[in-house]
């Protein structure tokens, strides 16, 4: 067992932060209030290959896996960048194309989603079904040999922002006649697909939507993989990716919060010569979240490393626990950090206070706090399912 990252993967660390810290909270947030995206950081990014760190190399990736891409959120983040869409564009949707995508959409899709120049945002919450996917409504039927597809998404990300959009619709079986899962990989700007911009109260530079499919008609090779029964195991190729990155993004925001209110809490002086941080009323519960951070990075670690091992299902517990518990360490340290900066942590200026919206969201999307505990039960614990 080691604890060590590789020396690539500590120059990736090194190389990532630093371009972070060079654009920094303060880019973040002004993008976020004046309505615009983080181009500029998404595009140098990309150039850099961060991107596609976990993209094959011969569709121009690094070749690298989950690990290196939980560095890249995580190091973002940590730097007061917390691109949501990293865990939308290149760990989901790039690695369902890689694993179960056609020879054809491969290379169609992955060099763009590997140098930032394409994101493809992925669609999957309905608002009929909400956590239970069972109940999803969204229908393709066929017709000649298109696909036609209607349905309502909500809470996508980053649809303005895509040139696709990886729905999660459902087909009919023609064997048994059951409804099974099919993902479509949809133009953003196809005939029948409308959208709506959600009042979100997050400071954050991409948005969330209201998606409605009308008759979107997409021809047969949108059809993600080479038939229907890729369906349920794209579906599932997704899951671990997610997990463990947007868990990253939550530690290494976790990482950020503590670290602003540290630097500030050392120096401040009010009664006296001490500081602030000497009373531990003030630097405990920072101890305390500082804690519950390093504990989420070594699940996401461990989850990494399965994941990127091929260990899919104890990957799958692995990455519903680093979830858990990142979601709740980022909410814990940005909550503690804003107490132990007083008034200054309520200041858009001093940069803590704005990722509030974003951690309590955290605990929510892009699988709730609860959703984890009822897996972890059933898988874990051998418990009865509830619903
Ligand atoms: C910022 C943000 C970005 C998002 N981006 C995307 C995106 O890009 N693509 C996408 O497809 N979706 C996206 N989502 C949607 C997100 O995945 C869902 O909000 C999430 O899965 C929860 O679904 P819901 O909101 O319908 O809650 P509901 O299912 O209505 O649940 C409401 C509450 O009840 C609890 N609950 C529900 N069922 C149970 C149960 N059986 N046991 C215990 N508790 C239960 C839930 O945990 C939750 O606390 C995003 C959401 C947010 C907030």
């Known amino acids: ?74 190091e973002l983040a940590a730097a007061g960048c917390p691109l949501l869409l990293l865990v939308v564009s290149p760990a989901i949707a790039a690695t369902v194309i890689t694993r179960h995508g056609t020879e054809e959409q491969r290379k169609r899709h992955l060099p763009g989603l590997a140098d930032g120049s394409a994101k493809i945002v992925f669609a999957i919450t309905e608002p009929e079904a909400g956590s239970n996917f069972h109940r999803l409504g969204t229908v393709a039927r066929r017709d000649g040999d298109d696909w036609v597809l209607n349905g309502r998404k909500c809470y996508i990300s980053g649809v303005d922002e895509a040139g696709h959009v990886l729905v999660v619709a459902r087909t009919e079986d023609s064997s048994t006649g059951k409804l ?101 009323g003030v630097s405990h519960p920072l101890a305390h979240a500082a804690v519950q951070v390093e504990l989420a990075r070594l699940m996401i670690q461990k989850a990494a490393t399965l994941y990127d091992a091929g260990r899919d299902l104890e990957a799958g517990v692995a990455g519903n626990m680093a979830k858990y518990a990142a979601g709740e360490a980022a909410a814990l340290a940005v909550d503690t950090a804003v107490q132990a900066l007083g008034g200054t942590g309520m200041t858009t200026e001093y940069g803590v206070a704005t990722l509030l919206g974003a951690v309590r969201a955290g605990r929510i999307a892009p699988v709730s706090r609860e959703m984890i505990l009822n897996f972890v039960a059933q898988h874990v614990l051998g418990q009865e399912k509830s619903y």
């Open 1 to 74: 067992m080691t604890f060590d990252l590789t020396g690539e993967q500590d120059q990736l660390r090194d190389a990532v932060r630093a371009l972070g810290r060079r654009y920094g909270h303060g880019y973040f947030v002004e993008k976020a209030k004046a309505g615009e995206h983080t181009t500029e950081l998404w595009t140098e990014a990309g150039r850099l290959g961060y991107l596609g760190v976990n993209i094959p190399t011969e569709y121009g990736g690094g070749g690298g896996g989950i690990t290196e891409l939980a560095i890249v959120c995580e």
């Open 180 to 280: 099974k899962p099919a993902l479509f990989l949809v133009p953003t700007d196809a005939a029948g697909l409308t959208r709506s911009k959600l009042d979100m109260e997050i400071v954050s530079p991409e948005n969330q939507f209201l998606l409605y499919l009308d008759d979107v008609r997409v021809p047969a090779d949108a059809l993600l993989g080479e038939s229907l029964d890729a369906g349920l195991p794209a579906l599932f190729a997704g899951l671990n990716p997610e997990r463990i990155t947007v868990a990253a993004m939550g530690a290494g925001t976790g990482r950020y919060a503590i670290e602003r209110a540290s630097e500030y809490t050392a120096t401040r002086k009010v009664w006296g010569g001490r500081s602030i941080g000497s009373h531990q």
